[in-house]
């Protein structure tokens, strides 16, 4: 594609150099670079991507996108807004594929990987075609991409998804993260349908104030429905989580269709009867397709939400409540999320990614309604993220479980003893005392210790790095997967 029709698709931009100039993808991050590439040099928070044209050039970039005329003898668009025409720029490029598919947008604090699982996995059951674009990874057809982020940049999501259509993808199920909607990563995507699944405290880093978080994801549902169809396939619809008051404000923002769901208040798609147990979830749904009992693996009530989201997505694509009961049975679990950890030992050992207060909290509710002996978390906070939360974190942990072993969780570029020292105070305020937590730096000792400990049908909750495989310290990744230590920890019990 020549360079001027894509500066035609803005209106206010400057082309300097040879217009003509053929251009075979877009890139932002210099080390990304292709032979052929637009680079899109973006201000950052850290660095400034002008600096990068030259190492961009060096990889074979052949034009550039800036916000100021550089001195460097390239073709040049000059815009406004880098970010906003990287969207505009690469959904030009990649011949909009969104349009190709239909797009599930998930947001919203916890529960978005769980919940793009389950559509997913009851979409795939359908025979449908599905993508997934999230926390864990990306899955385009067979090939599974690893992921730095949970939302891409807005080049790297529009090439993934020209490569899903390619692959004649049905339906892209992806995780649209607040700084991705703050952003713009993920302007100019065509979504089916937003779901919201929660609003809690997490990212006051970046957001600073709940109202501004609430605000960004809030733009997943401002633009969805704002063209009515009477085409089936270009309806949209706002999925939203009506126990949760951020919900009637979402509601409000939203052109779409709103179906709502939930356990407590009235809704369009209800769970009732729900009954929590070690080994899954059992409830009724009752909606406006029907009423059906309803079970799955995962456990916890938090799950519960998780499915309801997933059921009323799958019911506005126009599956019956059966066939979703009959996916949601045969549903696996994910990856990481309350993930059972067994060497035939006598108590319990999960892995979990709660990272948040809230996530915290549901996961040790959850444990309650079936633990029989002393629970056991082990649990620490990211570094170089809201700090805010840590003692929030550490007075939920300390309020519902017996014993803490507060450890690291990718210190990043902080001191690790100083992020255990700001989780404290929440502890302290919880009641405990000085004798009744552990600080234990080393995760890998944490974990020891917390199994090393344990006694018959006690649970112990590994918290907050779920699928992970490293521990970021000091901005070195080291190899690290809870699950193959918490499984070498049980394995040396038995020695
Ligand atoms: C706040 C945020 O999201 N920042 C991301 C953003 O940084 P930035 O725009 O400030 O960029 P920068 O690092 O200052 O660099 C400026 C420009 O120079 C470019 N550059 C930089 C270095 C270089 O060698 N070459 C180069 O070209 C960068 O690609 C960028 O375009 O763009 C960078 C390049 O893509 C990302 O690495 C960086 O992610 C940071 C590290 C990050 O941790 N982001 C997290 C908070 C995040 O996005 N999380 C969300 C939510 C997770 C959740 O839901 O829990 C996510 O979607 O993953
Ligand atoms: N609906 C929910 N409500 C509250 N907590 C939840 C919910 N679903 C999951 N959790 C908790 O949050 C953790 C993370 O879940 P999940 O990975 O599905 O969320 P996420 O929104 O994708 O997180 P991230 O923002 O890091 O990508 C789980 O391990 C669990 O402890
Ligand atoms: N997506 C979340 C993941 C946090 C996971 C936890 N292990 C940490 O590193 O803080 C974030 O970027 O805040
Ligand atoms: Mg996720």
């Given amino acids: 594609m020549q360079l001027k029709e894509l500066a035609s698709q803005l209106l206010i931009c400057k082309l300097v150099g040879d217009e003509t100039t053929e251009i075979t993808g877009i890139a932002t991050d210099s080390r990304q670079v292709r032979r052929g590439d637009l680079f899109v040099c973006v201000l950052g928070f850290v660095s400034d991507g002008h600096d990068y044209a030259s190492v961009a050039i060096g990889k074979g970039a052949a034009a550039l996108v800036t916000e100021r005329r550089l001195d460097l003898d390239i073709p040049q668009i000059i815009v406004r807004d880098s970010r906003h025409a990287m969207a505009v720029f690469s959904a030009h490029v990649y011949q909009y594929p969104s349009r190709n598919m239909k797009v599930i947008g998930i947001t919203g604090t916890n529960g978005k990987t769980t919940t793009s699982y389950l559509v997913e996995h009851i979409l795939r059951d359908q025979g449908y075609r599905t993508g997934l674009m999230g926390t864990i990874s990306a899955r385009v057809g067979s090939q599974i991409i690893p992921m730095e982020r949970t939302t891409m940049e807005a080049s790297a999501l529009q090439d993934t998804f020209r490569r899903m259509a390619d692959e004649g993808t049905d339906y892209c199920i992806m995780e649209v ?204 906070c990211g570094g170089d993220r809201d700090r805010t939360k840590r003692p929030l974190m550490g007075r939920v942990a300390a309020a519902l479980s017996n014993d803490l072993y507060v450890t690291s969780d990718n210190p990043r570029t902080e001191e690790p003893e100083a992020i255990l020292h700001d989780i404290v105070p929440g502890i302290e305020e919880a009641g405990l005392s000085r004798e009744q937590y552990r600080l234990v730096t080393e995760r890998r000792e944490a974990i020891q210790k917390a199994i090393e400990e344990a006694g018959p049908d006690d649970v112990v909750l590994i918290a907050g790095k779920g699928h992970e495989t490293y521990q970021d310290i000091g901005g070195v990744k080291h190899d690290f997967d809870d699950r193959l230590v918490a499984r070498a920890a049980l394995r040396s019990l038995k020695r």
């Fill in 177 to 380: 993260s607040s700084h991705a909607l703050d952003l713009g990563r993920v302007k100019g995507i065509r979504f089916r349908s937003g779901v919201f699944t929660n609003l809690s405290q997490d990212h006051l880093d970046y957001h600073e104030t709940m109202d501004k978080y609430e605000a960004a994801k809030g733009l997943l549902f401002s633009r969805l429905g704002n063209e009515f169809s009477p085409l089936p396939e270009y309806k949209q619809y706002a999925i939203l989580n009506a126990d949760d008051p951020a919900s009637e404000r979402l509601a409000q923002l939203t052109a779409a269709e709103v179906i709502t769901y939930g356990v407590k208040q009235e809704c369009a798609v209800k769970a009732s009867h729900v009954k929590i147990t070690a080994k899954g979830t059992e409830f009724e749904v009752e909606s406006f397709a029907g009423t059906m009992p309803m079970r799955m693996n995962l456990v916890g009530l938090f799950n519960v939400y998780n499915a309801l989201a997933a059921v009323s997505v799958c019911l506005a694509e126009g599956l019956t409540l059966a066939q979703v009961r009959d996916s949601l049975a045969s549903m696996p679990g994910v990856d990481g999320r309350m993930e059972v950890v067994d060497e035939g030992q006598d108590f319990l050992v999960l892995v979990d990614y709660a990272h948040t207060p809230d996530g915290l909290s549901n996961a040790l509710e959850s444990i309650r309604e079936f633990a029989a002996g002393r629970i056991r978390c082990v649990f620490g």
